[in-house]
């Protein structure tokens, strides 16, 4: 079963930092294609950012340039460094496997969402 938990949100003032982290049980992550999801109230949950088993990684344009996905492999963890944050980041941040790290669609991921860690950006 591939099971995920996210973990390191919190509040923070509009262009500061957080680093969010994905812990992976019972798989090893750097096998499978990783990607950050985002549901802000009253929207549709979306892609944020992915990382492919190869390394390769995908940004959703408005984060492009803030933020940054990595992955530690000791660790068998996948983090999304979150740069000069602005209140429309605020949302659930949930990490999902993906079948492919091809793009950013919610349909690619495979198995269940976690609970996510709540991002607030707000003075």
């Known amino acids: 079963q591939l099971q995920l938990v996210e973990s390191g949100g919190g509040l923070v003032q509009p262009g500061g930092s957080l680093r969010l982290s994905c812990l992976a049980s019972?798989?090893?992550?750097?096998?499978?294609?990783i990607g950050w999801f985002r549901q802000a109230p009253g929207k549709e949950r979306e892609g944020v950012s992915c990382?492919?088993?190869?390394?390769?990684?995908n940004y959703a344009d408005s984060v492009k340039g803030r933020f940054a996905i990595s992955r530690d492999i000791v660790k068998n963890t996948v983090s999304l460094q979150m740069n000069s944050l602005k209140p429309e980041d605020t949302a659930i941040y949930y990490c999902?496997?993906?079948?492919?790290?091809?793009?950013?669609?919610?349909?690619?991921?495979?198995?269940?969402w976690g609970q996510g860690t709540q991002v607030t950006v707000s003075s």
């Open positions: 999902a496997v993906l079948r492919a790290c091809t793009d950013l669609r919610v349909g690619l991921i495979v198995g269940s």
């Open positions: 019972g798989f090893r992550s750097d096998w499978h294609a």
């Open positions: 990382i492919s088993s190869g390394g390769s990684t």
